[in-house]
């Protein structure tokens, strides 16, 4: 366990963590990160949120091998989209109060196969965001649990 949480942390080299291949709880909230740097493959939790941190801080594949990744705290960054290929082990996933504006239906889900269902994901946080999840009834048909959203006030992190 590593918690690095309110250090004003600006920036993290992509290999700060290569040396730490079984940390399993990684803490960098209320910092200034703009992304994320390369992640420990056996992760389990991970909680960046209170950070500046816009989608296009996180590679297109940070989080597709975490095995092991249940809980992903996200909230209250610039994110203007859910991040790409979340591994099926996560349980909790918090993005509320950042600048979301659409999902798609495979945001969650996959189209291509109606018999997915994300089992373990049963929590996911959206308030906050200028996306109206009414819209998107099928990016939610593998979820056991629709996601919690309220009304967005015009609020940008």
């Known amino acids: 366990r590593i918690d690095l949480t309110g250090n004003l942390i600006t920036e993290i080299e ?6 730490l291949p079984n940390l399993e709880h990684l803490f960098l ?17 991970l909680a960046v949120q209170h950070n500046r941190i816009k989608s296009n801080g996180i590679k297109r594949n940070a989080f597709k091998n975490m095995a092991r990744l249940e809980i992903l705290y996200l909230g209250y960054n610039r994110l203007d989209k859910v991040p790409t290929n979340l591994p099926d082990t996560i349980r909790v996933l918090h993005l509320q109060h950042n600048n979301i504006s659409a999902i798609t239906d495979n945001t969650f889900c996959k189209p291509q196969d109606s018999s997915y269902i994300r ?15 009414a819209e998107y009834p099928n990016s939610y048909i593998c979820l056991r649990r629709l996601p919690i959203g309220r009304p967005y006030f015009g609020r940008v992190y």
């Open 119 to 133: 089992e373990r994901l049963t929590e996911i946080r959206l308030e906050e965001n200028p996306v109206n999840l």
């Open 29 to 45: 909230s209320e910092n200034k990160l703009v992304r994320l740097p390369a992640l420990p493959p056996k992760l389990r939790t």
């Open 14 to 19: 992509d290999k700060a963590f290569s040396q």
